[in-house]
């Protein structure tokens, strides 16, 4: 049990027991008999010494766990013994001027020590209260928030229904259903992305585990049975913004790859890594084994909307995407890291 689930324990094991008066005040009298029972088993080595020596011990955790009143029994009782039994002469309420100033001491720690113990446990129950309340808000606003995002996902998944009912108007091979085509097909790269990227259960999981879902669920999308993504990052942790950036980007890249790269019947594969290339950048390398770009072509100056995308993204980023072939098309961004 680490040390704050076993003070969860103590403070709600303390929380119970003061809820129940006949058991606090049983353990008041209980933790009373034990303290008088350690007393007179020390009488001989303490001789007429410390006569409230076994007695604080209780009087504190009777007050910590069982409250202030079985505090306050507790401590009337241990007082009462010692007066009795300990202090000299001893059998007797007879007391000298020492046998008051020890009384007096005694009076004055025991209710400082209750006193002190009751009002931690009150700040102890306003502290938890607001505890409560702001976790109710937390899970008020978590809700709130994932139907906001899933409100959005499905609007963006609406507008590229409506793009696809348009496209059917048009003609196949034109180039306004081909413009079309590209846009939903971005629009629901969106979407998923979004319904990903906001789903609780994923919240705290590193860079990689979103990169996989997001490629299995372009190949999916695509249909392609013959391509595959291989991943390979480093333990990181990004913010909810630049991970959507990023996954934008990789999505924009993996699925030109998907359309242009490769052959009907080759088996094609896509690495995606995510390294560190020191201290101060990062590594997003994209490559694949297909049939690489023409050798005239420049990506960083066409008019191609979806290479205008990669590098406004890549800029976004903090870096510049670098585009060559080496067995198929790799793309490299360095980011800030």
């Known amino acids: ?3 704050s689930s076993r003070r969860h324990w103590i403070s709600d094991l303390s929380s119970r027991i003061r809820a129940r008066p006949v058991l606090a005040y049983g353990l008041a009298l ?17 001789l007429q010494g410390f006569p409230y020596l076994t007695f604080f011990p209780a009087v504190i955790l009777t007050t910590f766990f ?9 401590a009337v009782l241990s007082g009462l013994a010692a007066w009795y ?17 020890a009384l007096a001491f005694y009076v004055v720690i025991v209710g400082v020590d209750i ?4 009002y ?17 808000l937390y899970d008020v606003q978590t809700t709130m928030f994932q139907e906001l995002q899933h409100r959005v996902a499905n609007n963006i998944q609406f507008i590229a229904s409506l793009l696809m009912l348009q496209q059917l108007k048009l003609p196949g091979d034109s180039q306004a259903s081909q413009a079309l085509e590209e846009a939903r097909s971005r629009l ?4 998923r992305i979004h319904r990903r990227l906001h789903d609780p259960a994923d919240a705290a999981q590193p860079v990689a585990h979103h990169l996989q879902l997001l490629t299995n669920d372009l190949l999916a999308a695509a249909g392609q049975a013959n391509v595959s993504c291989a991943i390979t990052a480093e333990p990181l942790n990004f913010d909810l913004p630049r991970l959507t950036t990023l996954s934008m ?38 490559a694949d084994n297909g049939r690489g770009m023409p050798q005239q072509f420049n990506p960083r100056t066409s008019q191609r909307l979806g290479f205008k995308i990669i590098n406004s993204l890549a800029e976004q980023l903090g870096g510049e995407a670098r585009y060559r072939n080496d067995n198929g098309t790799v793309v490299e961004v360095q980011l800030a890291a």
């Open 1 to 3: 049990m680490d040390p």
């Open 188 to 191: 629901e790269s969106i979407s």
């Open 249 to 286: 980007l990789v999505a924009e890249v993996v699925t030109n790859s998907l359309k242009h790269a490769f052959d009907a019947s080759q088996r094609g594969l896509i690495s995606i890594s995510l390294q560190r290339d020191d201290d101060q950048r990062l590594l997003l390398r994209i």
């Open 85 to 101: 039994f300990f202090i000299p002469p001893g059998w007797t309420f007879d007391v000298g001027a020492q046998g008051f100033l």
């Open 66 to 74: 069982c409250g202030s009143r079985a505090g306050t029994l507790c």
């Open 115 to 118: 006193a002190l113990i009751h």
């Open 30 to 46: 209980l933790a009373f008999a034990l303290a008088l029972a350690a007393r007179f088993a020390l009488v001989d080595v303490l």
């Open 120 to 136: 931690m446990h009150r700040a102890s129950a306003r502290l938890r209260a607001e505890q409560q309340v702001i976790h109710d």
